[in-house]
């Protein structure tokens, strides 16, 4: 009699109307025990990985049929995988023959984290590098100001002198009641800072 410990594995189909899901089936090994199988539609995948997620105890699997079953970006699979390790618990994907229950699975899985870091730190790079050539070019990052100097300084003169009041002074130059507030506040900030 074999005396290695049975896995428990369960299945994940992302999706309700998966046409792999009966192959998928046909894929697990017939003596595994399936204590869940959980059939997750569209609508509230996330929901329901995460209460299956919750539902996993040390020494289960967790199968997809394909990672992009489970996880639309690396980063989030990585995230994902990590988490399943720390609950002790194993991953497979019967298409991409990912298995972290063995020592080439979990070498895989480690070459996959070593790309997505890469991927991450030539993206920061670029990132980088086109926002100092902005710079350079005399370009400044965010959206432009709603108002122009001379529309700031008029605004702030017409309800200093109680012209119209800061709702009025929004309605008519177009901005949010929110904008003039900032606007005032950062007036008197810059004033207050001169003056001492």
């Known amino acids: 009699m074999d005396a290695s410990p049975r896995l428990m594995v ?20 017939s003596d595994t025990p399936q204590r869940q199988t959980r059939r997750i539609s569209n609508g509230d995948a996330v929901t329901k990985l995460h209460r299956l997620l919750d539902t996993l105890r040390p020494g289960d699997v967790l199968v997809v049929w394909k990672l992009d079953r489970l996880s639309r970006s690396l980063k989030d699979l990585l995230t994902l995988l990590e988490r399943l390790d720390g609950l002790d618990v194993g991953f497979r994907s019967l298409t991409e023959h990912i298995d972290t229950t063995t020592p080439a699975g979990r070498m895989l899985l480690q070459m996959l984290g070593a790309f997505a870091e890469f ?66 506040s950062q007036v008197h900030v810059a004033e207050t800072a001169r003056g001492s």
């Open 10 to 29: 369960r299945p994940l189909w992302a999706y309700q109307t998966c046409p792999e899901s009966s192959l998928a089936q046909r894929h697990l090994p």
């Open 119 to 184: 991927e991450r730190e030539m993206v920061w790079e670029r990132t980088r590098e086109g926002l100092a050539a902005a710079r350079a070019d005399g370009r400044v990052g965010g959206r432009k100001p709603k108002l122009s100097q001379t529309q700031r300084d008029e605004l702030v003169r017409g309800v200093r002198e109680e012209r119209y009041t800061m709702a009025q002074a929004a309605r008519l130059f177009g901005v949010h009641p929110a904008t003039v507030s900032r606007l005032m």
